[in-house]
């Protein structure tokens, strides 16, 4: 089993910043592509941002692209999400996600889950 523990989330005002990391533990960190999902209200649980296992090549998805930054720590193992020039549409629960052998971009093919954390962007 991997336990994967969100941090960071809030309240910040639109145009400001927040970082959210996950700190991740159970079997080797390592072994991972790890994630970013969010969820708005009565929405689907959407792509934001992927980082490979060595933390060199990383993906976003269109809407957060230059806004957004993944990163990881493989001896803390904990991955980031800084997030700059937030927007209201930004606004949902944000999902950790560990993805073993998949691209780490769908849903569907992540092995773990945090419990998620807040974001709150108010206009």
């Known amino acids: 089993q991997v336990q994967l523990v969100e941090s960071g989330g809030g309240l910040v005002q639109a145009g400001g910043s927040l970082r959210l990391a996950c700190a991740v533990s159970g079997r080797t960190f390592s072994n991972y592509r790890m994630g970013w999902f969010r969820q708005a209200p009565g929405k689907e649980r959407d792509f934001v941002a992927v980082?490979?296992?060595?933390?060199?090549?990383?993906s976003y998805a269109d809407s957060v692209k230059g806004r957004f930054t993944i990163s990881r720590d493989n001896v803390k193992n904990t991955v980031y999400l800084q997030m700059n020039n937030l927007k209201p549409e930004d606004t949902a629960v944000y999902y950790c996600?560990?993805?073993?052998?998949?691209?780490?971009?769908?849903?569907?093919?992540?092995?773990?889950w945090g419990k998620g954390t807040l974001v709150t962007v108010s206009s």
């Open positions: 996600a560990a993805d073993r052998y998949g691209s780490g971009t769908t849903p569907g093919g992540v092995d773990y």
């Open positions: 980082i490979n296992r060595s933390g060199g090549s990383t």
